[in-house]
């Protein structure tokens, strides 16, 4: 049984390096396409390993087109206790409640 848990170790470590690796290229990018494509491999790759993405990273990113959520293509609202986020790329409205 140890074998088998430690492969998962080593496993979710490359994962959160690969994670890691694409939030630094989605974080700065040097086109919207670079940044796209990073936002979907992180995902990607969050998924199959089953493996968190930072929160921090996670609100900033738009689960429709992968972009990030910045003061150039994104809307943010507070009404009523939560914080809306309109992406104006895709028209998708993230809702993120108790944190007012």
Do not use: F
Not at 45 to 61: D, E, L, Q, T, Y
Not at 72 to 100: A, E, F, P, W
């Amino acid at each position: 049984m140890g074998r088998g848990n430690s492969r998962n170790n080593i496993r979710r470590r490359h994962a959160i390096a690969g994670i890691e690796s694409m939030a630094r290229l989605w974080s700065y990018p040097e086109s919207e396409e670079i940044a796209h494509n990073a936002g979907t491999t992180l995902i990607a790759i969050a998924r199959r390993n089953r493996v968190r993405i930072p929160r921090g990273m996670r609100s900033r990113i738009c689960r429709t087109c992968k972009k990030p959520l910045n003061s150039t293509n994104s809307k943010t609202r507070i009404k009523k206790k939560s914080v809306r986020v309109s992406c104006l790329d895709c028209g998708r409205v993230h809702r993120y409640y108790g944190g007012v």
